[in-house]
């Protein structure tokens, strides 16, 4: 079995500040991808990113930056100089690729994000 | 434009009454999935189909139902829906299964009485 563990329900920062959202996950397959998905308030599912097992890169897209650690089975998402607009719900999600053709994804339980101006 | 649509947007119906909610794409993606929200549980997968007729189900399948005639549609249905069904829901199709990101609808909010 697999699990997504975001253990910050909700968090709340002031304009300008960095943020990181934690994800923790588990699973028994060798190669497997992990993902962020964002929820604005409008409600949409919008892709971020996402992450092979076997690729531990470190990933950075403007404000975004994303380290994945194996050893400790994190995929964390940071984000520099919070503006209001990334405010949202921030979800990880995990699928496993051992299997040929199967796509059983499991996600986390979110992370409410409030960027206050 | 690329994208996956779902209707209707918000649906009230009471307990027991059938109901549809429809899901289709127009990316050729061969992966569709459907997906429930609730609060303080994230999004919990329904059902997942890999190609047309192959489906399979996801972590709470209990009381839903899929088709997969065509590619592009991929319909939900409640036989008999309960207020335990009341939930936020959203399709989402893929072009390489695990590896791809999913394309999301924008979501049927569903309440049953």
């Known amino acids: 079995a697999q699990k997504v563990t975001q253990a910050q329900t909700e968090i709340s920062v002031v304009e300008k500040e960095d943020v990181t959202l934690d994800c923790v996950y588990e699973?028994?397959?060798?190669?497997?991808?992990l993902f962020w998905y964002k929820q604005p308030p409008s409600g949409e599912l919008v892709f971020l990113i996402r992450?092979?097992?076997?690729?531990?890169q470190n990933e950075i897209s403007g404000r975004y930056s994303w380290n994945f650690q194996k050893s400790t089975s994190s995929f964390n998402f940071t984000i520099t100089a919070s503006q209001v607009v990334d405010s949202a719900v921030y979800f990880c999600?995990?699928?496993?690729?051992?299997?040929?053709?199967?796509?059983?994804?499991?996600f986390g339980t979110g992370t409410k994000l409030q960027v206050i101006p | 434009e690329a994208q996956v649509t779902q209707n209707p947007r918000y649906l009230i119906t009471v307990t027991g009454k059938k109901l549809t909610v429809t899901c289709s794409q127009n990316?050729?993606?061969?992966?569709m999935s459907w997906y429930r929200q609730d609060p303080g549980l994230g999004l919990r997968q329904i059902y997942y189909?890999?190609?047309?007729?192959?489906?399979d189900k996801g972590d709470v399948p209990e009381g839903y139902k899929v088709s997969r005639k065509e590619k592009r549609n991929f319909p939900l249905i409640l036989e008999s829906p309960s207020p335990n069904q009341t939930s936020l829901y959203f399709c989402?199709?893929?072009?390489?299964?695990?590896?791809?990101?999913?394309?999301f609808g924008n979501g049927t909010r569903l309440t049953v009485t």
């Open positions: 989402a199709s893929s072009s390489h299964g695990k590896k791809s990101p999913l394309h």
């Open positions: 699973t028994r397959d060798t190669t497997y991808y």
């Open positions: 992450r092979n097992s076997f690729d531990e």
């Open positions: 999600a995990l699928t496993p690729g051992d299997s040929g053709g199967y796509q059983k994804v499991t």
């Open positions: 990316m050729n993606h061969e992966y």
């Open positions: 189909s890999m190609n047309v007729e192959v489906t």
